[in-house]
C-alpha cells in the first residue's frame, strides 16, 4: 500500500486525493494545504465544453456534482471601438474558484481524505516516510525550487501586465473588451461565473502600463483608473479586488517530470496562458493521467516515468497553443487597428489550432459574416 503525501490543496491537489481515494480506500494519502479552507486568490474559472467531457469520461460524478454550480455559455463577445460581434457555438462553463475548491473538499471528504489545512511545509525533511509525493503547490512550488536543475526548469515571463479582478456586473458570454485610450490600449477578458459575480482581467502592453504610472499606484489606485477606462463595460460597477496586482504571466516548463519520489503536476510543473483558460483543466487532467500511470505501473519509479511519457506530449501540444495564443495578446494594439470582423477573425484563429474549415463547422453564423464581408470588400 503506498504512503501518498500531496504538497497543495488546489484543484489538482484536491482531484488527485479524492481520485487515489476512491479507488484505493485502503491507501494512507494525506493532503496539506498551507491556507485555510476559506481561503483563495483570483476568481472564477472557466472550462471549456471539450474540457468537461474529457473530465465527464473518466469521472462523470464530480461533473454532475459540480455542474449544477457553474454558470454556462455558447458564445463568445468581442467589443471594439462599440461595435460588438458574436463567435457562436464555442461552449464553455465557469465556477468560483473557492466554490470549486470547497465542491472538490467535499468530494474528497466522503472518500475519506481530510485535508490538512493552514498546514505549511517548509522542508521536504517533514515528508519522510512517504513513498510518493506529489507536488501540486502551484508557481511557487517548494519540490520544484528545492531540485529545479534535477526538473529542468525553465521560467519565462510575458511582457505584458495584467490585474485579476471581480465585479458584480454579470455578462452573458466570455467577453473581450478593447479600448484605446490616448495612452495605449486595454483588454478586458470577462465573464459570470455565478449569478451575482463575474471575473475582470485587465490587460495592458508594458508601454501603456508605465505611461499610467502604474508602477506607483497601491492596489486601490489601480482598481479605480481601471474602472474610469471600462466604466461603459461595468455599467458603472465597481471593480473587487483579491490581492490583485499587477503581474507579468509566468512561463513554467519542466524537462523532467519527477525526481526520485517526487512528481509534479498544475502549475508547479506546466503553466497555460490565461486566453486559452486551461490551467485548473490541465491541473485536474495531469492528476488524471497520474492516478492512471500508477495503477498501470508495480513500481513508483516506473509509474512516474510513464506518467511523463503519456502525458507530456499532450500538454506540451496544448502549451504550445497558448503561447502562440499569448504571443497574439502582446500585441492586441496593432490587431485593434483592423476592422471589427477581421479583428474577431484574428482573435479567433490566435491559436493556430483553427482554419476556416473548421471555424465553419463549429461557428457557421460567424463565419458567414465574416465571408460576406470580405467578399463586400472584394466587389467594391
Known sequence: MLRIAVIGGGPGGLYFGYLWKKRHPEAQIDVFEQSSADVTWGFGVVFSDEALEFLRADDPETVDAIAPHMESWENITLNLRGESVAIDGVGFSSIGRLELLKLLQQRAREVGVTPQFDTQITSLDQLTGYDLIVASDGLNSLVRRTFEGD????????????????????????????????RG???AHHYRYSPTMSTFLVECDHATWQAYGFANKDIEQSKAICEDIFVDTLGGRSLISNRSV????????????????????????HTAHFSIGSGTRLAIEDAIALVKALESEAHVATALARYQAER?????????????SADWYEHFGEHMKLDLMDFAYSYITRSGRI???????????FMARYEAARAGRSSS
Request: aromatic share 16%; proline share 4%.
Open 151 to 182: 526538473f529542468g526548469m525553465s521560467l519565462s515571463y510575458s511582457t505584458n501586465k495584467f490585474a485579476w479582478y471581480g465585479t458584480t456586473k454579470r455578462f452573458d458570454t466570455l467577453s473581450q473588451t478593447f479600448i484605446k485610450t490616448d
Open 246 to 269: 499587477w503581474r507579468n504571466f509566468p512561463w513554467i516548463w519542466n524537462e523532467h517530470w519527477s525526481f526520485k519520489n517526487m512528481v509534479l503536476i498544475g502549475d508547479a510543473l
Open 185 to 187: 490600449a486595454f483588454n
Open 312 to 324: 507530456k506530449p499532450i500538454v506540451k501540444k496544448l502549451v504550445a497553443a497558448a503561447r502562440t
Open 355 to 365: 482554419d476556416d474549415a473548421r471555424l465553419r463547422a463549429m461557428s457557421p453564423a
